[in-house]
């Protein structure tokens, strides 16, 4: 039953992947059942002659980092006229419950989960995000929205305008609306105090770390939002560089360049993929190929992979036998 429920998922996945393919910015996927994690799929398109990679990656729903990482050979500001472009649309959803807004830091993306009323199916929706830097690191745990404002002021805190004018920028007590107003025109307020989910008057800014440590999204996608997310939705604010999942019988692993900040600690071994892998095939077994794994590991592009051994029997990994195979990797 399981088999049967998941290949009826996966057509509808493909079907809904083909209409989607011609469609701006589509963010919206059906929500695959509880052991199915895989959404979405790649696909490319040709560059025209006025194209930048931002240009294309706003198109199609995504952030400068994503376009970047996956296509790292192109220019970014001069791709060429003709030139083959990776989407990288294919997404594992995060770990945790499915529900309310979820932030992923590393991946510099939100996914949320809209209630579904009776008889409609569910659906997830993703969207591409920027998150404060180093020094204005965006905070983790559990929140929430509490206020929702359309044309709101912006206050500028003091240490903001601080930072401005030691670089000769006066910012003012209270920036009102208007197209010099950095949350744009749509603003949902965290119950964590001081920061928020908000549009952006510098839209090529999506999908990097440049805030002071909210959430900033392009125009259209939060003002998609805006409309549809209630007052109370739930917010988790995760940090997972590396994310597991099961796309019908095959494992995927999806890896995103670890926060700085968290660079020295993750490290650059396999450990925290391993753990991800022993959790994942817990109840399911698969063969993996570790120099795939390495390799996805190490390129850290945010596409997700297969790590499926081709023509070998499955196996369940354990934390002796996938710690075995990575001494063996490394001796190499």
Request: net charge negative.
């Amino acid at each position: 039953m399981k088999s049967k429920l998941a290949s009826c998922f996966l057509a509808v996945m493909v079907t809904a992947a083909l209409f989607m393919s011609g469609t701006a910015a589509a963010a919206s996927f059906v929500l695959p059942p509880p052991d199915i994690d895989v959404i979405g799929a790649t696909s490319t398109v040709r560059a025209r002659e006025e194209d930048t990679l931002l240009d294309i990656a706003r198109e199609h729903g995504l952030g400068y980092e994503d376009i970047v990482r996956a296509n790292p050979d192109t220019d970014p500001w001069l791709p060429g006229e003709g030139t083959e472009v990776l989407l990288p649309t294919r997404f594992i959803l995060p770990p945790g419950p499915r529900k309310g807004i979820v932030l992923n830091l590393p991946e510099l993306r939100m996914y949320y989960y809209p209630p579904a009323k009776s008889g409609e199916v569910p659906m997830v929706e993703t969207h591409p995000i920027s998150i404060g830097r180093m020094d204005w690191a965006t905070p983790l745990g559990q929140t929430k929205i509490v206020t929702k404002v359309r044309n709101p002021a912006w206050y500028p805190p003091e240490s903001i305008r601080k930072e401005h004018a030691e670089d000769g920028d006066i910012l003012p007590n209270v920036v009102p609306p208007g197209p010099d107003n950095p949350l744009g025109g749509f603003a949902m307020r965290l119950s964590i105090p001081g920061y928020l989910i908000h549009s952006t008057n510098k839209p090529a800014g999506v999908g990097m770390r440049v805030t002071h440590g909210c959430i900033r999204m392009y125009p259209e996608n939060i003002e998609a939002l805006f409309e549809v997310v209630p007052v109370g939705t739930p917010v988790r604010i995760i940090n997972e560089p590396y994310k597991v999942g099961w796309s019908v019988d095959s494992l995927y692993l999806e890896a995103h360049p670890p926060l700085d900040e968290d660079a020295e600690r993750i490290g650059r071994d396999l450990t925290i993929v391993t753990e991800l892998l022993v959790k994942a095939t817990s109840e399911r077994n698969i063969a993996v190929d570790w120099d795939r794994i390495g390799t996805i590991f190490e390129t850290a592009n945010g596409v997700p992979d297969s790590m499926a051994a081709i023509d070998a029997a499955p196996i369940r990994v354990s934390n002796d036998n996938a710690a075995a195979t990575e001494r063996e990797q490394s001796s190499l």
